[in-house]
Nanobody
Framework: QVQFVESGGGVVQPGGSLKLSCAAS????????MGWYRQAPGKERELVAGIAGAGGYTKYADSVKGRFTISRDSAKNTVYLQMNSLKSEDTAVYYC????????????????WGQGTQVTVSS
């Protein structure tokens, strides 16, 4: 059974940082690209970062480029999202999932989603 468990969200002031973690299970982690999506109230879920299975290639949405860094640890079946210089518009629920391609082409590899982790950027 494919599962994703996100953690690390919270409330942070503008300009602050957070590091999200996602523990994945139920599939061969190293064989899949991984990505972080986010969904803000009233908006569609969007892909903000993706990383290839071997970790060599990454892709970021323009809105987070230069501020967010995605990484993975295949020994721990875990993917991370380091978020710096946070802005109010980064407020959303963040989800991780396996991807068909690291750049998001083809969307998620599985139908399963985790519960997500809430990130709130507010002064």
């Amino acid at each position: 059974q494919v599962q994703f468990v996100e953690s690390g969200g919270g409330v942070v002031q503008p300009g602050g940082s957070l590091k999200l973690s996602c523990a994945a299970s139920g599939f061969i982690f190293s064989e899949f690209a991984m990505g972080w999506y986010r969904q803000a109230p009233g908006k569609e879920r969007e892909l903000v970062a993706g990383i290839a299975g071997a970790g060599g290639y990454t892709k970021y949405a323009d809105s987070v480029k230069g501020r967010f860094t995605i990484s993975r640890d295949s020994a721990k079946n875990t993917v991370y999202l380091q978020m710096n210089s946070l802005k109010s518009e980064d407020t959303a629920v963040y989800y991780c999932t396996a991807l068909n391609y690291y750049n998001g082409y083809g969307g998620p590899a599985f139908a399963s989603w985790g519960q997500g982790t809430q990130v709130t950027v507010s002064s």
